[in-house]
């Protein structure tokens, strides 16, 4: 498509001689300008995937992908019961659904936890030892203490977050109390049982790790006065974002007293607004590539006005209109180029090595940087998808190229008798 002769000429051009400084500060200010703009996009589009992979890994990872709920039926008291009486059934027949990976029974309730005169609000699930080791995050957390093989009989495990409210560690006791207790002629009593920490977790969101507290589900059945019931089903997808493939699938074998609550409806706000955050960064960001271009196009109109007179020459010596229009979209073209190149791996280092750039960082500022109590992850996370990089570099080298257009066609359309007239 581009001759020899006018790439040599277009490369000629980009390397200004020392007088013509001016043109060259412009070419590196394009340059830098559009490097950064780049690097700015793609740094932003992976920490924007990075939150949402680690928010929606964290959610699933100690969450269920579908819960499966009573609808309620009426107790020979009169009383509206949200309880399953045959959940091993229920449990049996979603086990069988095609894109199921695992079903549990479980009992939930919320209590509070007391030691060394601390009190915390926690979260019980009661689960079977087997089930709470195929719970992803919990089975393999950031970090823990003790093991899940020790959580047998009337042992439980904790958060990390309610283990350091409360001040204990494996091998110390934690009293659960739990205001619905046992019914006397002089009112209800709490119940309040003594339970050994077998099992320390963290699975870096802050509201798991200071809320979590897992039981055995025999124990979880005695100590809310739940024999032979389960507060819900829970089920977990070989792919969580298979909801709309799989839900009538459970639907039709899991009967018809039962209603279901998914991931994405317990976590829909929050999706929402990281999916609206994305749309608006990206178009913000988009604006910094455009005017980063835009300078390609200032510094280009300075350029043909500097090189009117070898416009000239050239086109009595007998080049084209085309070629000159060439000439100048290939200086043009060429540094979008080498700036897109520049971000884009300047941006790829930034996602890859965001831990040690925010631990310098944070070092620098002398800490607290980060707050994961607002935040709810752990950490500042980075994730590089191929859909971003080629995002933005499409997005550079469209608009490098376009703003080119309009100074290489007033250098292709310069009239010659007019560029040497006063020559």
């Known amino acids: 498509m581009f001759q020899r002769h006018e790439r040599m000429i277009a490369w000629r051009y980009l390397r200004a001689r020392r007088s013509e400084g001016g043109i060259s500060v412009m070419t590196w200010i394009s340059l830098v300008g559009i490097a950064l703009a780049v690097f700015a996009l793609i740094a932003t589009l992976a920490v924007r995937s990075g939150f949402r992979y680690e928010f929606v890994d964290t959610i699933i990872g100690a969450n269920p992908h579908v819960s499966v709920l009573s609808s309620g039926r009426v107790t020979e008291q ?187 409806d317990a976590n829909g706000g929050y999706l929402q607004a990281l999916q609206m955050e994305d749309n608006v960064m990206f178009i913000i960001l988009s604006l910094l590539v455009i005017i980063a271009t835009l300078n390609i196009t200032s510094g280009l109109v300075m350029l043909v006005k500097n090189k009117g007179r070898d416009i000239g020459i050239l086109r009595t010596m007998g080049l084209t209109e085309g070629t000159v229009l060439r000439v100048f979209f290939l200086c043009g073209a060429s540094i979008g180029v080498a700036g897109t190149v520049v971000g884009v791996a300047m941006g790829c280092l930034f996602a890859i090595y965001i831990d040690p750039i925010f631990d310098f960082v944070n070092w620098a500022a002398g800490g607290g940087v980060w707050d994961p109590s607002t935040r709810l992850l752990s950490s500042l996370p980075a994730r590089l998808e191929v859909a971003d990089v080629l995002s933005a570099v499409i997005l550079s080298l469209t608009l490098s190229f376009l703003v080119t257009i309009f100074p290489a066609r007033r250098a292709a359309r310069m009239n010659p008798v007019e560029a040497l007239r006063y020559e």
């Open 78 to 264: 009169g009383l509206v019961a949200r309880s399953l009486t045959d959940y091993d059934e229920v449990a049996a027949r979603l086990r069988d659904v095609d894109g199921v990976a695992r079903v549990a029974p479980v009992v939930v309730g919320e209590v509070m936890a007391s030691a060394n005169g601390r009190n915390a609000g926690v979260q019980v699930l009661g689960m079977r030892p087997e089930d709470i080791a195929q719970v992803p995050r919990v089975s393999e957390p950031e970090e823990s203490a003790g093991t899940l093989a020790d959580l047998t009989g009337e042992s439980i495990a904790l958060g990390a977050g309610v283990a350091r409210k409360l001040g204990v560690t494996v091998g110390d006791r934690v009293r659960i109390i739990s205001p619905d207790g046992v019914r006397t002629a002089f009112g209800t009593s709490p119940r309040v049982k003594a339970y050994p920490v077998a099992y320390v977790f963290r699975v870096g969101r802050f509201d798991i790790d200071s809320l979590r507290v897992y039981m055995p589900f025999e124990e979880a059945q005695v100590y809310f006065n739940l024999p032979g019931q389960a507060e819900e089903v829970q089920v977990a997808l070989d792919d969580p974002e298979a909801l709309d493939e799989v839900i009538p699938r459970l639907a039709a074998v899991a009967g018809d007293d039962v209603y279901f609550w998914t991931w994405q």
